[in-house]
């Protein structure tokens, strides 16, 4: 498997069609963690790019709607002729950067350094990338830039796979099976045990787009009647 930590910056909220990739940077990893390939380009949308979200990576519209700049999928022929295969894909908040990915690589397996963290680190104020760069004092990086959070995402993930006694292979096969979780990982009922949580607001959460391991924990206490 290849491990790919990948970071996209994007035209605005949403996913695909509605919001695309302008930016994207890849690092590449070994299964000790070790960086052997990285690569950085922004990309050309195809639509136009949100004020809001350019006032916060700072990529305009004039930067990307040029015709040296590739599309996503140009991009990634140049950087892999040969095709992105059997994918292990790391990110931060995976389910935000998976959509613009996912259609250029064939993913079968990966890991959210959000979600790792939100489990061995229950102590940090939050769990934002730049929040854990400073709770952690992890090497200073540009945010909001692809490749300055890619290596912020490299040097969190050399941090939290030693708390969990598993080796990275380990971690991302894991994260490919649901998992039951024991208490609540954000949100109002933070930190309480998801079986004393409102049957109400537990079958609200059902409709919500959740995380494999919260959604398989949630199904399972229903069907138990718990």
Known sequence: MRYLVGDTETTGLGKPPDAMACEIAIVELDAEMNVIGEWETLINPGIPIQDGASRIHGIKNEDVCRPEVPTMAQAMAEICPEGFKDV???C???RFDLP????HMEIAGGLCTLELARRVLPQ?????LGTLKTFL??????EHEGMGDV???VDLLRHLVPLTNRTLP???????????LYTMPFGQYKGMRIADIDLE??????????????????????????
Not at 100 to 103: A, D, Q, S
Not at 124 to 128: E, I, M, Q, T, V
Not at 203 to 216: A, V
């Open 124 to 128: 940090a104020p939050n769990h934002r």
């Open 88 to 90: 292990g894909l790391i």
């Open 137 to 142: 004092n992890l090497s200073v990086q540009a």
């Open 100 to 103: 613009y990915f996912e259609p």
């Open 201 to 226: 607001y537990r079958y609200w959460l059902l409709n919500q787009d959740l995380h494999p391991d919260l959604r398989y924990t949630l199904e399972t206490l229903n069907k138990a009647f718990i």
């Open 151 to 153: 290596m912020t995402v």
């Open 92 to 94: 931060h908040n995976r």
């Open 170 to 180: 380990q971690l991302v096969g894991a994260a490919a099976r649901p998992s039951m």
